[in-house]
């Protein structure tokens, strides 16, 4: 394997710096409710204005009066307040869901508040020592768990029938690391609850397996796509998929479920499968066959290895707060969890963590980095770890972890690599005592990111970890192309393995 080169104190410095700075850009308040409205994935008129919904359970007058501080009279003009119907389906236009406090966006495209997004950009703040801004990210995703009833995809009603991967129980546990604020942590415990709840019951949960899978609630093409994942022809993602269904076979499910050639239109079930995959976060890959139409048919190691920490996390905060009983209620749901991982998605013959498919009751045999999971995670064995570092050359890139082993023209797939991915392999190295995989990867992907950023000055979403370079556009051919700036996780990241080589025990 390349050594990559080392990184000088001064280099290093610069990004700290640029990082620090970013924060305040990223960051969204009440005075910034205007910027935060604004909402370039969907269509707008240019003199109508931008709808802000607030939950029908809040006093709509009070936080009304409270904007009207807080924003000039011009401002104000541009914004519609509105309350949120009670009923998705009764929402006629789509607008920004309204929070009560700061929060950091990922940036670019994504201008609101992402699930998943947030427990790495909450490490990079707590690393930044921005206290106040940590608590209030925190926070704002109990404030959606209470008022939107789970953490969305994201802050806009568009989004409100889909959440995203479970990291909050992560994020409460590292704030709290801090805070010690014991009255705090107890407060959060119904809003956890309600919000694992959401995963582990149908339509998320797969009662034969007793494993959970995403599942969006929506119907129908996802607003935001339509609009805005369009190329240079004007074509919509959903007509390139169209064209990519007419050209290739496809053996990796039954085609006809998702796309109706006779009408040449794409199926109900693959909107849903489409929603579902956006969900998982991981949108696009081929992972559950082309464009993870099949999703709602697997469960993924991602999504139950985060299961198994939630309630983990739980155990350990009943542990804090005293209550031995319910520690050990959580414990033993962990347990169990680790066994149907073991038995439905541990891969002996391969040495993977593979997602399991629930109609044929087998593997996909679909190299995917979120086989580090379990080691990030402290589920695998010693032996499972060792297997799965055996497999680390089918990852391992240049720029470090290639997100999955196939090239297929979607960015969640080669030559591809994201911060939080290769974050969760560093991490899950070290776990289980692989720490020179674990350092060599993580310089790897900070040589990288350092080498881009001198190159354009700024810190972007994704990177092609073969080439070690933040220009992907041209190699992408479904959802959006763009890379964007900014870019919150990206920053967490880098400060996170900064720290400590990215070790975790």
Not at 210 to 239: C, I, M, N, T
Not at 327 to 351: F, K, P, T, V, Y
Not at 360 to 365: D, I, K, P, Y
Request: proline content about 4%; hydrophobic content about 35%.
């Amino acid at each position: 394997m390349t050594t990559p080169p080392q990184l000088t104190t001064a280099q290093i410095d610069t990004v700290r710096a640029h990082i620090k700075k970013t924060w305040k850009t990223l960051t969204r308040s009440h005075e910034h409710l205007l910027q935060s409205a604004k909402d370039t994935k969907l269509d707008h008129e240019t003199e109508t204005p931008w709808i802000v919904y607030i939950s029908p359970s809040e006093d709509c007058p009070n936080i009304q009066a409270v904007l009207e501080r807080s924003l000039s009279a011009k401002d104000m003009q541009r914004i519609e307040i509105r309350t949120l119907p009670s009923e998705v389906e009764g929402i006629q236009e789509h607008g920004l869901l309204y929070l009560p406090g700061p929060y950091v966006v990922p940036g670019g495209r994504f201008n609101e508040m992402y699930g998943w997004d947030s427990y790495f950009i909450l490490l990079g703040l707590l690393h930044d020592e921005e206290w106040e801004l940590a608590q209030s990210q925190v926070d704002q995703l109990l404030y959606q768990v209470q008022h939107y009833g789970t953490i969305l995809n994201s802050n806009r009603t568009y989004m409100l029938s889909r959440s995203q991967p479970p990291v909050l129980s992560m994020m409460v546990l590292a704030l709290f690391q801090h805070t010690k604020d014991e009255e705090w942590l107890r407060a959060t415990v119904p809003l956890l609850e309600q919000f694992y709840y959401y995963w582990v019951v149908p339509p998320h949960l797969n009662a034969a397996t007793g494993l959970s899978r995403f599942y969006a609630l929506g119907e129908g093409p996802a607003p935001e796509v339509l609009f805005s994942e369009r190329d240079e022809q004007g074509k919509s993602h959903y007509d390139r998929v169209k064209e990519y269904y007419q050209t290739f076979e496809v053996e990796d499910y039954d085609v006809n479920l998702y796309y109706d050639r006779e009408n040449d239109e794409l199926t109900n079930l693959f909107y849903k499968g489409d929603r579902t995959m956006r969900e998982s976060g991981f949108d696009i890959t081929n992972r559950f066959g082309p464009f993870s139409a099949d999703i709602l048919h697997y469960a993924p190691v991602c999504l139950n290895s985060l299961l198994y920490q939630v309630e983990h996390d739980l155990a350990q905060i009943n542990a804090i707060l005293g209550n031995e009983e319910l520690e050990q209620q959580w414990r033993d749901r962990a347990d169990i969890r680790r066994d149907r991982i073991d038995q439905c998605l541990w891969d002996e013959d391969q040495g993977l963590y593979l997602d399991y498919h629930f109609q044929s009751g087998e593997r996909r045999r679909y190299e995917f980095a979120t086989a580090f999971y379990p080691l990030w995670l402290g589920i695998a064995s010693q032996a499972q770890a060792q297997r799965v570092v055996e497999n680390l050359s089918l990852f391992e890139a240049p720029g470090g972890i290639f997100t999955s082993t196939r090239v297929t023209g979607n960015q969640w797939d080669a030559p591809f690599g994201w911060a939080p991915l290769t974050l969760i392999a560093v991490q899950g190295l070290h776990r289980y005592g692989y720490h020179t995989e674990g350092d060599r990867i993580a310089n790897k992907f900070l040589a990288m990111v350092v080498k881009e950023f001198e190159r354009h000055n700024t810190l972007v979403e994704k990177y092609d970890v073969e080439r070690c370079s933040a220009n992907v556009s041209d190699e992408i051919c479904f959802g959006y192309s763009s890379n964007e700036v900014g870019f919150g996780w990206t920053n967490g990241v880098i400060l996170e393995l900064l720290a400590g080589g990215g070790k975790k025990v």
